[in-house]
């Protein structure tokens, strides 16, 4: 009778969640499209992680473990005829590690910025140039030898990749916040009436637009959101009742389930950057300087799709073709000249699950093909080739968790397994196949 007794118990909870799940499970969030909307965000991020190299050809293992703290700038605006987004992270970086009995260590600073600018057609056709500018001043550390080695790296990348495409990825999650807020409003019975699909899409798109406001007091801001979503809910007559049951759970869901990104559409793009590259490496130790300079071209042809499933599953999947040709020179000890070309084959799937409104995992795969090949016209042995290959396979897991309106906790594991070919010319141990491994755990404070 006891078993009995729990059988039953358990079949009426599932029943009574399933009842409640199923309120809204038929809401299709494909369908939502983003209102005209501005968005900026600023976080401090505070990032550790470890990883190893397991060699299987030969005992170049190796260890590393590193941190850094990150300042990041996200600004993001969308419209009918314009989508643009802008990125600004500024960083401090700490690495050290352990390879074949020698201890190297560096530190420095980082700065990046992107501008990303997608020009609409009413077909769905766009133009889009990102111009974009990396510096990274680090300094070196090499122990283990007769001495220690101090050196200094400088480096100045800037692209403007321009491409053409047609599609659109619109974000729908604030279509999602919309059905955990009336999913919970109906657990609490404070509703009188399951929405309509329009009456849904009313309601997420007035979320997505009273989130574009900024207020330097952030309890004048909260005050002003809750007072707006509460008078639609008013205004379409589907309150049953108000108070404490409805004001707590619409506060909480407000506060909570608003911040990890959805999205649903596709983009074909091909296109063009052409970049140019410097860098300066200065030996503390006996004052040597070398000197490389790279300009260039990459072409590339690349495909994404993001599809939400259901209201709690996300597939997404990216492949890119591209093909590239570097000049480079390089000044150790003379002047040397090289030329590169390269191809490459990159794909991703993930499939993301989004149980509650404060956590969600992503896992996947990874695959990469890649073969280069490297011409020096100033070596001893004119027009030198050398040709190689990599690829890699691997399998990802990212845990993400909201632990507050400011704080964000995530954590990555990776693994995989990297094959690499000196194809011309041969050498003693020309193929290498290793295990490669990384983790990552991150805590991020957003100001706004």
Request: hydrophobic residues 35%.
């Amino acid at each position: 009778m006891n078993k009995r007794a729990l059988y039953c118990t358990v079949i009426c909870l599932y029943l009574s969640f399933s009842g409640f799940a199923q309120v809204y499970e038929d809401f299709n969030l494909s369908e939502y499209v983003t209102p005209d909307i501005v968005r900026s965000q600023l976080d401090f991020s505070l990032r550790t992680a470890a990883s190893f190299t397991d060699n299987e050809t030969s005992k170049n293992d190796l260890f590393r473990i590193n941190g850094d703290l990150n300042t990041a700038f996200d600004k993001y605006k969308n419209t009918r005829p314009y989508w643009n987004r802008q990125m600004l992270v500024v960083g401090m970086s700490g690495n050290y590690r352990n390879e074949l009995k020698e201890k190297n260590s560096d530190y420095g600073l980082t700065f990046n910025y992107q501008n990303v600018n997608r020009f609409y057609t009413s077909d769905m056709r766009f133009f889009e140039v990102s111009p974009s500018v990396d510096v990274q001043l680090l300094g070196y550390k090499t122990g283990g030898l007769l001495v220690d080695v101090k050196t200094h790296n400088n480096s100045y990348y800037a692209n403007i990749p321009m491409s053409v495409g047609k599609g659109r990825i619109e974000q729908v999650e604030d279509a999602r916040q919309a059905i955990y807020i009336l999913e919970n409003l109906d657990k609490q019975g404070v509703l009188n009436r399951k929405l309509t699909t329009e009456e849904i899409h009313a309601f997420a798109q007035t979320i997505s637009t009273v989130k574009n406001k900024r207020f330097l007091d952030a309890r004048l801001r909260m005050i002003d959101e809750i007072t707006t979503v509460d008078s639609v809910l008013v205004n379409m007559g589907v309150l049953s009742s108000g108070g404490a049951p409805y004001f707590t759970t619409l506060y909480d869901y407000w506060m909570y389930g608003d911040l990890f990104s959805r999205g649903s559409g596709t983009v074909y793009k091909v296109g063009l950057t052409p970049f140019i590259n410097h860098r300066n490496y200065n030996n503390v130790s006996d004052l040597q300087s070398v000197k490389l300079t790279g300009t260039g071209v990459t072409a590339k042809l690349s495909y994404e799709n993001e599809k939400p499933l259901n209201l709690y599953w996300q597939q997404s999947i990216w492949a890119e073709a591209s093909g590239s040709y570097w000049h480079s020179k390089i000044n150790l000890p003379s002047d040397n000249t090289s030329h590169m070309v390269d191809m490459g084959l990159n794909g991703r799937y993930t499939l993301g699950y989004y149980p509650t409104s404060r956590t969600n995992v992503n896992f996947g795969f990874d695959e990469s093909l890649y073969w280069g090949q490297r011409t020096y016209k100033d070596t001893p042995e004119p027009n030198d080739k050398y040709t190689f290959l990599t690829s890699y396979t691997g399998a990802f897991v990212d845990l993400y968790y909201y632990i507050s309106p400011q704080f964000r906790f995530a954590l990555n594991a990776n693994l995989g397994l990297r094959y690499t070919d000196n194809i011309k010319p041969k050498q003693d141990d020309p193929k290498n196949l290793m295990w490669t491994g990384n983790f990552v755990a991150k805590l991020t404070y957003s100001l706004f």
